[in-house]
């Protein structure tokens, strides 16, 4: 499409700062132009423009707009849209078909997997061959295989052939590829073989033979790999697309940089989540039953583990009612316990990322949070003994053996919790890990509901056996 767009010298300088071209866009669509010149003067603007003045329309002004831009337009536009499930749907079943055969296959199974079983047959058999093959090959792949984001948009020849060949078969296949920086290279039954960097392509002698372009350690992954199993290794490489194998070695997909880009947006929303005590990521537009999915179980498991702190409060009854003011400063313990912990949980979960990491290193790291628990423990459990032993002095009058012995207990305990909380916030991430589970699991909420536990045990304890003169027993 051409985007080349004259702007009067008025509009310049107003929009130079951020053009708005949406509601430009928005009045064309609304206004009584004749459909010719309506799409002439939609296909001056870059898709992307497009896509955001749908969100200004009408339905009945969408209708137009899908009535004049052809199927492929209408697919360029589309795929900038973070509606384009609901903006699909609006289409008619045979243009609907069409599009998605223009949109990326991934993208088109993922509305498809949508729809009712009937209404996805009846779109599926109005596609081109092509695309159907494209949709069934993606779709064989579950969601959480990296099958099921690749695309099998790119370029591939086979070895044997000279340059000039092989320039001729890149400058046909770009006609239906666009994702020609590199050209994948397989032998004669389809095992993939290497790669060639579209610019050593084109500097190549013509009598250069083309073997001897090919880079054979090109890195790979294969389509039934799991994609959290595979980010990390794909994250280290900085290629414009990195291609896909079958159990055989054959050549069946790539994933581009945008892929790759998305790939690593929707792990960090998932591990997001889990560190909320979500079991998925939400959505802004989601149904309030989904959400409340999504958070009840791990609320259900905190609950749990919430009556289990209660019960354990229930342990030192005697010591809360005979010192009822010890009762004032357990909050301070538990969220400094909690919030020791899930700064723990945080750098472990980052450090864990890299499958690298050896059991030497990881417990150095256990180590290095004991350590900076204790320090940080140690700096503000006095700061506590001093500033809590003045305000029972000085503001609730009490007797100085008395105010410094519950600031005493209070500063003990918290140094005591935030070094056992650092430990516990390293400690069970690592644990998950070595299960095979998520360390993201070991949410924030279970960190900070386990070092609540600790923290109340810990306080509770000292105080009882710190104050015993105190209570008189």
């Given at each position: 499409m051409d985007h080349t767009r004259t702007i009067p010298a008025e509009e310049s300088a107003s929009?130079?700062?951020?053009?708005?071209?949406?509601?430009?866009?928005?009045?064309?669509?609304?206004g009584n132009l004749t459909p010719k010149i309506m799409r002439e003067q939609l296909l001056t603007y870059h898709e992307n423009d497009v896509a955001a003045a749908l969100d200004l329309l009408k339905k009945e002004d969408r209708y137009r707009l899908y009535s004049v831009l052809n199927p492929e337009t209408l697919a360029d536009v589309l795929e900038y849209s973070e509606k384009i499930n609901e903006y699909v749907?609006?289409?008619?079943?045979r243009k609907r078909a069409e599009v998605l055969a223009h949109l990326e296959p991934s993208v088109a199974v993922d509305y498809l997997q949508e729809v009712e079983k009937g209404e996805r047959a009846a779109i599926i058999d109005l596609m081109p061959d092509d695309a159907k093959q494209e949709i069934s090959l993606l779709s064989s792949f579950d969601e959480d295989e990296i099958g099921s984001r690749m695309t099998t948009n790119f370029v591939m020849i086979h070895m044997g052939i000279s340059v000039r060949q092989a320039m001729r078969e890149l400058v046909e296949q770009a006609a239906d590829n666009d994702n020609i920086s590199t050209i994948y290279v397989a032998d004669d039954d389809g095992i993939f073989a290497g790669a060639i960097d579209l610019k050593s392509l084109i500097i190549a002698r013509e009598g250069t033979e083309l073997d001897s372009i090919i880079m054979t350690s090109y890195p790979y992954v294969y389509a039934n790999e799991l994609i959290e199993d595979c980010i990390e290794r794909i994250k280290d490489y900085s290629e414009d697309?990195?291609?896909?194998?079958?159990?055989e070695n054959r050549l069946k997909g790539v994933l581009t940089a945008q892929d790759v880009a998305e790939l690593i947006d929707d792990e960090m929303g998932e591990d997001y989540a889990r560190l909320a005590g979500l079991t998925a990521e939400e959505d802004l537009q989601e149904p309030l039953s989904m959400s409340i999915v999504k958070r009840l179980p791990w609320l259900l498991v905190l609950l749990g583990l919430g009556l289990v702190v209660s019960s354990v409060v229930g342990l030192f009854e005697a010591v809360a009612a005979g010192l009822t003011i010890i009762v004032a400063f357990q909050s301070l313990i538990l969220d400094m316990a909690g919030n020791v912990g899930t700064q723990s949980l945080a750098v472990t979960i980052r450090v864990l990322m890299d499958d690298q990491c050896t059991g030497r290193q990881k417990l150095y790291l256990v180590a290095k949070e004991a350590k900076i628990g204790l320090c940080n423990g140690l700096i503000l459990g006095s700061l506590s003994i001093l500033f809590i032993g003045l305000y029972l002095l000085l503001v609730k009058g009490e007797a100085a053996h008395f105010a410094f012995s519950i600031s005493l207990c209070a500063g003990a305990a918290l140094a005591l919790s935030m070094s056992l909380s650092s430990i516990s916030g390293t400690t069970i991430p690592i644990l998950f890990k070595g299960l095979g589970v998520d360390p993201a699991v070991a949410s924030g909420p279970l960190i900070t509901t386990v070092n609540d536990l600790i923290a109340v045990v810990t306080y509770y304890g000292l105080a009882e056996g710190?104050?015993?003169?105190?209570?008189g027993g």
């Amino acid at each position: 499409m051409d985007h080349t767009r004259t702007i009067p010298a008025e509009e310049s300088a107003s929009t130079a700062q951020h053009p708005n071209y949406e509601e430009k866009i928005a009045q064309v669509v609304r206004g009584n132009l004749t459909p010719k010149i309506m799409r002439e003067q939609l296909l001056t603007y870059h898709e992307n423009d497009v896509a955001a003045a749908l969100d200004l329309l009408k339905k009945e002004d969408r209708y137009r707009l899908y009535s004049v831009l052809n199927p492929e337009t209408l697919a360029d536009v589309l795929e900038y849209s973070e509606k384009i499930n609901e903006y699909v749907g609006e289409l008619n079943l045979r243009k609907r078909a069409e599009v998605l055969a223009h949109l990326e296959p991934s993208v088109a199974v993922d509305y498809l997997q949508e729809v009712e079983k009937g209404e996805r047959a009846a779109i599926i058999d109005l596609m081109p061959d092509d695309a159907k093959q494209e949709i069934s090959l993606l779709s064989s792949f579950d969601e959480d295989e990296i099958g099921s984001r690749m695309t099998t948009n790119f370029v591939m020849i086979h070895m044997g052939i000279s340059v000039r060949q092989a320039m001729r078969e890149l400058v046909e296949q770009a006609a239906d590829n666009d994702n020609i920086s590199t050209i994948y290279v397989a032998d004669d039954d389809g095992i993939f073989a290497g790669a060639i960097d579209l610019k050593s392509l084109i500097i190549a002698r013509e009598g250069t033979e083309l073997d001897s372009i090919i880079m054979t350690s090109y890195p790979y992954v294969y389509a039934n790999e799991l994609i959290e199993d595979c980010i990390e290794r794909i994250k280290d490489y900085s290629e414009d697309s990195i291609p896909v194998l079958d159990q055989e070695n054959r050549l069946k997909g790539v994933l581009t940089a945008q892929d790759v880009a998305e790939l690593i947006d929707d792990e960090m929303g998932e591990d997001y989540a889990r560190l909320a005590g979500l079991t998925a990521e939400e959505d802004l537009q989601e149904p309030l039953s989904m959400s409340i999915v999504k958070r009840l179980p791990w609320l259900l498991v905190l609950l749990g583990l919430g009556l289990v702190v209660s019960s354990v409060v229930g342990l030192f009854e005697a010591v809360a009612a005979g010192l009822t003011i010890i009762v004032a400063f357990q909050s301070l313990i538990l969220d400094m316990a909690g919030n020791v912990g899930t700064q723990s949980l945080a750098v472990t979960i980052r450090v864990l990322m890299d499958d690298q990491c050896t059991g030497r290193q990881k417990l150095y790291l256990v180590a290095k949070e004991a350590k900076i628990g204790l320090c940080n423990g140690l700096i503000l459990g006095s700061l506590s003994i001093l500033f809590i032993g003045l305000y029972l002095l000085l503001v609730k009058g009490e007797a100085a053996h008395f105010a410094f012995s519950i600031s005493l207990c209070a500063g003990a305990a918290l140094a005591l919790s935030m070094s056992l909380s650092s430990i516990s916030g390293t400690t069970i991430p690592i644990l998950f890990k070595g299960l095979g589970v998520d360390p993201a699991v070991a949410s924030g909420p279970l960190i900070t509901t386990v070092n609540d536990l600790i923290a109340v045990v810990t306080y509770y304890g000292l105080a009882e056996g710190l104050l015993r003169g105190v209570l008189g027993g």
